[in-house]
């Protein structure tokens, strides 16, 4: 997950894909291959731990959809991109990008409700 996010802030830089076509594309695919990664462990995660999630299954089909989109669109950006469709590859990689920093903000907000839930479960006023 670190690695998409430290990347995902390179790959949609013209300047980078116009100077360092080759740096791009070697950056382009260590974002698909973590991106591909990172769901599927997510996706093991999720099965694996099915009382994790403070909201429950629906939680858990919540993520699990996300993380399927989320690999939906890097698959696209590499199919564009080994066609050669810059415009499409362009979109998708923006799709891409948009649910990338959705996933990093969301999962801190996540784990503080999280916590405020524990302490509620357990007696606490939590904060």
């Known amino acids: 997950g670190v690695v998409v996010l430290a990347l995902v802030l390179i790959q ?8 360092w076509p080759a740096v791009h594309r070697a950056c382009g695919n260590v974002y698909i291959a973590a991106s591909v990664v990172t769901c599927c462990g997510g996706l093991l995660f999720l099965l694996t731990t099915p009382d994790l999630c403070v909201g429950g299954w629906n939680m858990h089909i919540a993520f699990a959809l996300y993380g399927l989109v989320f690999l939906t669109f890097a698959l696209l950006t590499w199919t564009h991109a080994r066609a050669r469709r810059v415009r499409e590859q362009r979109v998708e990689t923006l799709e891409h990008i948009r649910a990338a920093l959705s996933i990093a903000t969301n999962v801190p907000r ?3 409700l999280r916590d405020e839930v524990d302490a509620l479960r357990h007696g606490h ?3």
């Open 12 to 19: 949609p830089l013209s300047p980078v894909r116009r100077r």
């Open 110 to 112: 996540a784990q503080l």
């Open 125 to 127: 006023e939590g904060r």
